[in-house]
């Protein structure tokens, strides 16, 4: 056989699994490799991988923009990304994540965690605890929140997020608010968390770990639908607070309008 039909022996699954063990980086040598095979099912698997590529080289783009707040401040040694989640629920906490990523750290298709799907979510958790210097979560429960106010509360939360670091972090970048209390330098910014990659991380990390612990709530709870709602008001969720009651976790001052 010549050298030039060698591919030919190849089938075209095999094909796939050499381009999914090589890195995006060398995928051109695979391209003309396999550019003169003339089965339609390797032009397909071709076409689909230039595809990949490219979505991917956007992605990269989009994420360099995410991380301009980094780049801004990068004379910063360590620069903090802080979110919360879960002000809005009639049950559960309000949940802080404060996240300190090394230096050019690179997390593909991080975002808002409200625009990702819960099964990424779960993927970008893992990451995110595996490339992270740091990681510190802080939250305030129904019964605090009635007590100090939703907006004391979430302060409260970031703040023991904060204290939980391993290592203290020179600069916060936080999304929209400017913490209390706080003696390290703050950057609030609108929508942070669709504008910077460190506010993102801890976006997720909140989300996720929030979510875990209403799962486990809907466990020992069963009839308010926790494991879906999330503790927010959904249809479900009120007809069911009005036929039980509030049960521990449901935050009193949100509830006055429905027991």
Sequence with gaps: ?????LYMSKTIKEIKEEFGRTPVESWNALYSEYEGDSRSGVQKLLHSFRKQEEARKQELIRLEEMCRYEKKYQSYDYICGIDEVGRGPLAGPVVAAAVILPKDCQILYINDSKKLSAKKREELYGEIMEKAIAVGIGMAGPQRIDEINILQATYEAMREAVSKLTVRPDLLLN?????????????PIIKGDAKSI??????VIAKVTRDRLMVEY???????????????????????????????IHRSTFITHFV
């Design 198 to 203: 460190s506010i993102a991380c801890a976006s």
């Design 1 to 5: 056989m010549k050298w030039g039909l």
């Design 175 to 187: 999304d929209a608010v400017t913490i209390p209390d706080v003696l390290i330098p703050q950057v």
């Design 218 to 248: 809907d466990k020992v709870l069963p009839e308010y639908g926790f494991a879906s709602n999330k503790g927010y008001g959904s249809k479900d969720h009120i007809e069911a607070l009005k036929t039980y009651g509030p049960s521990p």
